[in-house]
T-cell receptor, first 112, second 114 residues
Framework: DGGITQSPKYLFRKEGQNVTLSCEQNLNHDAMYWYRQDPGQGLRLIYYSQIVNDFQKGDIAEGYSVSREKKESFPLTVTSAQKNPTAFYLC???????????FGPGTRLTVT | KNQVEQSPQSLIILEGKNCTLQCNYTVSPFSNLRWYKQDTGRGPVSLTIMTFSENTKSNGRYTATLDADTKQSSLHITASQLSDSASYICVVSSVGDSNYQLIWGAGTKLIIKP
């Protein structure tokens, strides 16, 4: 059963805590991306990785960190430095940059 | 500045009716234009991808058009069903010399009423 998975679906945290969102794919895709979606806005790119052990900042990387130690996994850490972390987070992957993207189901993070 | 504008912001139609969603873009250089369907609380799912040379592309009851001269695209939904209720997002990709970008529209929220 191939695809891209994100866990958990819902996550609640208290302000000041770091939290890590999981993204796993078994599609053998090189490129993986993290987006943030807020109501009434387009998706905004947080970080992306085109290959293992390499990643680049997107448009809104401040307060976030990532790692890409394995091809299948691209976890996102939302740190306490992120001013407004409550949002819907989407991970996706593609064979290579520019090719069709496959999204995970998303994680809704609520920080109070 | 690269931008993708979608209209209307939201739309309510009766089941069985047709509708057309609009997407205008100012993106350069242009690589391709994609339409996604996003159900509430889920990840987007690709409907169509069109390159510069493609004017129209269909996926079942969904038909996308692209006018690269006027930088406009539309998504036409025929004989709407309740399951078509979702947000529809237009995305333009741009591949430059050293980078690759996806510029996302804010989406059109479509509600189908029985």
């Amino acid at each position: 059963d191939g695809g891209i998975t994100q866990s958990p679906k819902y996550l609640f945290r208290k302000e000041g805590q770091n939290v890590t969102l999981s993204c796993e794919q078994n599609l053998n895709h090189d490129a993986m991306y993290w987006y943030r979606q807020d109501p009434g806005q387009g998706l905004r790119l947080i970080y992306y990785s085109q290959i293992v052990n390499d990643f680049q900042k997107g448009d809104i990387a401040e307060g976030y960190s990532v790692s890409r130690e394995k091809k299948e996994s691209f976890p996102l850490t939302v740190t306490s430095a992120q001013k407004n972390p409550t949002a819907f987070y989407l991970c996706d992957s593609s064979i290579q940059p520019g090719s069709e993207q496959y999204f995970g189901p998303g994680t809704r993070l609520t920080v109070t | 500045k690269n931008q993708v504008e979608q209209s209307p912001q939201s739309l309510i139609i009766l089941e069985g009716k047709n509708c057309t969603l609009q997407c205008n873009y100012t993106v350069s250089p242009f690589s391709n234009l994609r339409w996604y369907k996003q159900d509430t609380g889920r990840g987007p799912v690709s409907l169509t991808i069109m390159t510069f040379s493609e004017n129209t592309k269909s996926n079942g009851r969904y038909t996308a058009t692209l006018d690269a001269d006027t930088k406009q695209s539309s998504l036409h939904i025929t004989a709407s069903q309740l399951s078509d209720s979702a947000s529809y997002i237009c995305v333009v990709s741009s591949v430059g010399d050293s980078n690759y970008q996806l510029i996302w529209g804010a989406g059109t929220k479509l509600i189908i009423k029985p």
